[in-house]
T-cell receptor, first 120, second 107 residues
Framework: EVQLVESGGGLVQPGGSLKLSCAGS????????IHWVRQASGKGLEWVGR??????????AYAASVKGRFTISRDDSKNTAYLQMDGLTTDDTAVYYC???????????RGQGTLVTVSS | DIQMTQSPSSVSASVGDRITITCRSS??????ISWYQKRPGRAPKLLIN???SLQSGVPSRFSGSGSVAQFTLTITGLQPEDSATYYC?????????FGQGTKLEIK
């Protein structure tokens, strides 16, 4: 069974940092691109970014709203991807989900998400 | 960046009805479109990828179609559990933007 479990969310002050983790199982983690998406309360879905597999040189891409502040990485030996978030603002408050790539880079999200709250 | 314009923003329908949600992209995105269902407190659920490929376990009352820059999600024989917000997303080139969402209410 495919599983993806996000963790690492919490309360952080504006300007602070947080690192989210995404642990995958039940599929070829190392062969899959991993995406991050978020949803702020009462708002729509926002794609955050993705990291491709080793065979695609771990290429990353980001939404304009997070580029330069967020970094996606992965450790295939641990079947885990990460979302390092720096320079957080209140606009980054949201539930964050990770997903594995399917087909033409769609994403299959399975976890419960992790809540990030940026507040003083 | 490619923009995705989704309509309608909300729809109300009865059990057994058929509804269609439309997504227009600002340029040709070929087959690079997916549809998601989002319920409160749950992860986005991938329904359809690559225009019309139904994900395993998704009921056949969901279907997708379209080409170039206009795409549709159709739900036939609506069920109470279909109450949710639906989103399209392109994955042609980053950033992979979502549509604004369509909130489906089952009367």
């Amino acid at each position: 069974e495919v599983q993806l479990v996000e963790s690492g969310g919490g309360l952080v002050q504006p300007g602070g940092s947080l690192k989210l983790s995404c642990a995958g199982s039940g599929f070829s983690f190392s062969g899959s691109a991993i995406h991050w998406v978020r949803q702020a309360s009462g708002k729509g879905l926002e794609w955050v970014g993705r990291i491709r597999s080793n065979t695609n040189n771990y290429a990353t891409a980001y939404a304009a709203s997070v580029k330069g502040r967020f970094t996606i990485s992965r450790d295939d030996s641990k079947n885990t991807a990460y979302l390092q978030m720096d320079g957080l603002t209140t606009d980054d408050t949201a539930v964050y989900y990770c997903g594995r790539s399917v087909g033409l880079d769609s994403s299959d999200y399975r976890g419960q998400g992790t809540l990030v709250t940026v507040s003083s | 960046d490619i923009q995705m314009t989704q309509s309608p923003s909300s729809v109300s329908a009865s059990v057994g009805d058929r509804i269609t949600i439309t997504c227009r992209s600002s340029q040709n995105i070929y087959n690079y479109i997916s549809w998601y269902q989002k319920r409160p407190g749950r992860a986005p659920k991938l329904l359809i990828n690559d225009v019309s490929s139904l994900q395993s376990g998704v009921p056949s009352r969901f279907s997708g179609s379209g080409s170039v820059a206009q795409f549709t999600l159709t739900i036939t024989g609506l069920q109470p559990e279909d109450s949710a917000t639906y989103y399209c997303q392109h994955t042609y080139s980053s950033p992979y933007t979502f549509g604004q969402g369509t909130k489906l209410e089952i009367k």
